[in-house]
């Protein structure tokens, strides 16, 4: 019998506290070699959507996210992102735990926003907004508001930045200019519209662009992050699908103009170095940072979870 976490017991396993620290701890293993993560795997299924496999091994064990993206699935009343985590004991292979794939995914999506903002931003930052808050973008307001901010909402849609603000104990901002005009700035949209045209980011503002990660999806225009200092997640990844892709595409990046956020925290390349300087992470999502909560969701397992016959 294996334990399977749905979404509520992954969640009272793991805050967002203790989930900010895990993916830290996973970036920095990852960037010392100690963690490894072959290339995601994109199974199409067009128009519908797509399924992706995401392996990574670390910390003991072995982790294998299989999770979707159906991007019509709302209208049907259907989640777009669904799927297992599947852990397993890298000694001898077997299985450990399964997991709901969204809820690992929102978790470790706030993490890595805020770890960003938190590493890259201004030490004096004070307002720290979010811009798109449905499923994920809930997930970086929660884990802002657990560092002590009150996070400015932002969505098109007024009523969900209304009610996440009263969820996660943020405001709804007034416009759209009062959210993007923050210190810090976590974009977490679909990138169906630029946020970030050429020339709108002011010297000292940091932002984490977590949303865009289809081909032809965007939330920064190409040539304004250019013109940044631009950190990644991942140089593999970022490269292939992404904000940072765009830029390669147009050559106007290359391998040497960005920084992997693990390289900052293990101290091996530097982050920012000007109070006037902007910075950019961009995120595409790694199965290490599903394998620290996972790892974390294990430690601190409840006795009542639900139990599969493996
Ligand atoms: N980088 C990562 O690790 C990572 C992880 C999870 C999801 N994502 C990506 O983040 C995006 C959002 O995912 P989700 O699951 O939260 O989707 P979602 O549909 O639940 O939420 C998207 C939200 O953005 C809002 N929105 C749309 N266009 C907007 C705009 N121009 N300005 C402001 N708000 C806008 C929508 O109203 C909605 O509330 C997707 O593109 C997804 O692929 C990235």
Redesign the pocket.
């Known amino acids: 019998m294996i334990p399977f976490f749905t979404g509520d017991a992954l969640r009272r396993a793991v805050s967002p506290e203790r989930a900010l620290e895990a993916v830290r701890e996973g970036f920095v293993a990852f960037a010392r070699g100690e963690w490894t993560m072959p290339p995601k795997v994109y199974v199409p299924a067009y128009p519908a959507g797509d399924f992706r496999a995401m392996p990574a091994l670390g910390g003991g064990h072995a982790l294998l996210k299989w999770v979707t ?1 159906f ?1 019509g699935n ?1 209208a049907q009343g259907l989640p ?2 669904t799927g297992l985590v599947l852990v397993s004991d890298a000694s001898n292979g077997m299985l450990r735990a399964a997991l709901d794939a969204a809820a690992v ?2 978790l ?2 706030g993490a ?2 805020v770890l960003a903002a938190e590493t890259l931003g201004r030490p004096d930052a004070e307002s720290a907004s979010v ?9 970086v307001a929660r884990t802002l508001a657990a560092r002590g901010r009150r996070p400015l909402l ?4 007024p009523g ?1 930045a209304e009610a996440a603000a009263a969820e996660v104990g943020g405001e709804a901002a007034a416009t ?1 200019e009062e959210a993007l005009a923050a210190d810090v700035v976590l974009t ?6 630029v ?1 970030f045209p050429e020339g709108s980011l002011r010297p000292g503002q940091h932002v984490s662009l ?5 081909a032809g ?1 965007a939330e920064i225009a190409a040539r304004e992050l250019a013109r940044v200092r631009v950190f990644c ?1 991942d140089w593999e990844q970022a490269s292939h699908g ?1 904000e940072v892709a765009q830029c390669v595409e147009l050559g106007l990046l290359g391998r040497d103009d960005v920084t992997e956020l693990g390289d900052v925290l293990t101290g091996e390349a530097p982050g920012r170095e000007a109070d006037d300087e902007i910075t950019a992470f961009d ?4 199965a290490i ?1 599903d394998l620290a909560i996972a790892l974390a969701a294990l430690e601190s397992a409840p006795d009542d979870l639900p139990q599969i016959p493996v």
């Open positions: 993206s991007p709302p777009t992102v995914t929102t470790r999506t890595a926003a811009i798109g808050v449905g499923v994920n973008g809930i997930a932002w969505d098109v849609d969900r759209r977490v949209t679909p990138g169906r519209e946020l977590m949303g865009a990660d289809g999806n997640d992404g995120s595409t999502g790694l940072q």
